[in-house]
């Protein structure tokens, strides 16, 4: 953008024609540019920039733009409302997107609304004054004070905003984040989380965990540094570890975070998990009612994926009826698909792309009695154990995490449950769903969020009939603490 000073009787001219509420639109919309001035009028806030020489007459007709004031625009400024589009086209734009996005969803929601919104806040900020005329804007900027919303920090929101039955802006809010991840790819992203932002700074543009020796950061002055002698792993999956271990946490930059993998043959949870996971970040994959032979080919093209290589974890999430050490899709014989294997198919022997990262699975398996299931022979899959597969059941013992960094979380239930409710959600991925979108949980390690999973799954035991309660098991060998998307 052209710096140069604009006329002070332009400023003049403007300021005179704007109503009360375009001025605090402008005032909030110049929030960033001047954090010293936050109590200042319109006039003195545009003659500051102006003195600061971030003010041109590009920057005022964006202004101008944003408060929807185009006939200040061409006689004012002398400018077309396609020409001021035009520009902002062109990225030549004062306001960040992060502004621009919270006066759109001001635009769109009705005083009872950011009432509600009011209200539902009480339970993160409850010093926060509660005056029954405050505009969104005005709301913004008390949990700008109280570090619950920045511009990388959105979550609290987007909950409120689904609360509310506001899908729309939920979906807004998700696409601006996305917007900012994707924005460019030579410069920091403009949304990352909190964790993300207390690690060291990264270059990002190169794969988190190359094929090198040598590792790329920044220092703090910008400028690139050299990490030699990569320090090894006390334990390690097999292959060479290449990448420098930094601190106690498993780094979670990448965008996205990594890959979920959503198998859910029963049907009832899959919308729950994908708008989850994918507000944590991830490239989430759907996939409803398959049988064990495409499962095992989806399965076996997701851990081929080279995708991989730039990510920081992966997840996979199985639904299905079985018993403890299979699942059987939706196939009617009960042969079973070893649970065992699919956990092979991530390990690093088989996707050495994910060597040294979390792989987190959650099971969800309704077991169907021995003597309901039809003994056939196992399916024969792909993979280093499949001569080991003989053509009987075996007694698979739970022994699943047997190399580093992966979690296991099994949850098994009568398929009772189904009968008696067929289309009702797993009350186990029900509260994994509800926990990752809570802002203040999410702020926990995975370890920590499993415990609160725990305590749920309990309290609905003690009062559920034992035909529906649940059996939930968590093995895991993390060697750092994981952290999927602080707050």
Not at 1 to 8: I, K
Not at 200 to 224: A, C, E, R
Not at 291 to 305: D, G, I
Not at 470 to 483: A, D, E, I, V
Request: with cysteine; proline share 5%; net charge neutral.
């Amino acid at each position: 953008m052209t710096r140069c000073q604009v006329p002070a009787v332009l400023i003049h001219q403007i300021e005179q024609e704007l109503d009360k509420e375009e001025e605090d639109i402008m005032i909030f919309l110049c929030r960033d540019l001047a954090p010293d001035l936050a109590t200042a009028s319109l006039r003195e806030l545009l003659v500051a920039l102006n003195e600061r020489e971030k003010l041109s007459f590009l920057g005022l007709s964006e202004l101008l733009y944003r408060v929807k004031r185009f006939d200040l625009l061409r006689r004012v400024l002398k400018t077309e409302k396609a020409t001021a589009e035009a520009n902002l086209a062109r990225s030549l734009r004062l306001v960040p997107d992060y502004r621009v996005l919270m006066v759109e969803i001001n635009e769109n929601l009705e005083k009872e609304e950011v009432n509600s919104l009011v209200f539902l806040l009480r339970d993160y900020a409850p010093r926060m004054k509660m005056a029954k005329d405050k505009s969104f804007l005005a709301l913004v900027i008390d949990l700008e004070k109280l570090n619950l919303v920045a511009p990388n920090q959105l979550d609290l929101i987007e909950n409120c905003f689904r609360n509310i039955h506001r899908i729309d802006l939920v979906r807004k809010i998700q696409k601006y984040k996305h917007e900012a991840l994707m924005s460019s790819v030579h410069s920091q992203p403009v949304y990352i989380n909190a964790r993300q932002a207390s690690l060291p700074n990264l270059n990002l543009i190169d794969p988190p965990y190359s094929s090198g020796n040598v590792n790329k950061g920044k220092s703090q002055n910008g400028q690139s540094l050299i990490l030699a002698e990569p320090v090894h792993m006390s334990i390690q999956e097999s292959g060479p570890v290449s990448h420098k271990v930094f601190d106690d946490q498993y780094r979670m930059q990448s965008q996205p975070l990594g890959i979920c993998l959503i198998i859910d043959c029963i049907g009832n949870d899959t919308d729950l998990l994908e708008d989850t996971f994918r507000c944590l970040g991830y490239d989430v994959c759907c996939h409803r009612y398959l049988n064990m032979n495409t499962m095992n080919q989806t399965l076996l093209e997701v851990a081929r994926l080279q995708k991989h290589r730039n990510c920081d974890s992966f997840i996979c999430i199985l639904v299905s009826r079985g018993d403890p050490q299979s699942i059987f899709c939706t196939d009617h014989t009960f042969s079973g698909f070893p649970l065992e294997q699919v956990k092979k198919y991530f390990t690093a022997d088989s996707c050495p792309e994910l060597l040294g990262k979390p792989k987190l699975f959650f099971i969800q398996s309704y077991i169907v009695p021995e003597n309901e299931q039809e003994c056939t022979s196992l399916l024969e899959v792909d993979g280093n154990d499949e001569k080991n597969i003989a053509n009987t059941k075996i007694p698979w013992k739970v022994t699943i995490p047997q190399v580093a960094d992966i979690f296991w979380s099994q949850c098994k239930v009568d398929v009772s449950t189904l009968e008696k409710s067929p289309s009702a959600s797993s009350y186990y991925l029900h509260c994994l769903a509800e926990l990752l979108r809570n802002p203040h949980k999410r702020k926990l390690s995975i370890l920590d969020i499993h415990t609160e999973l725990n305590r749920k799954v309990y309290e609905w035991n003690k009062t559920a009939d034992p035909s529906q309660q649940y059996s939930l098991l968590l093995q895991h060998t993390l060697r750092k603490k994981l952290f999927l998307s602080p707050a």
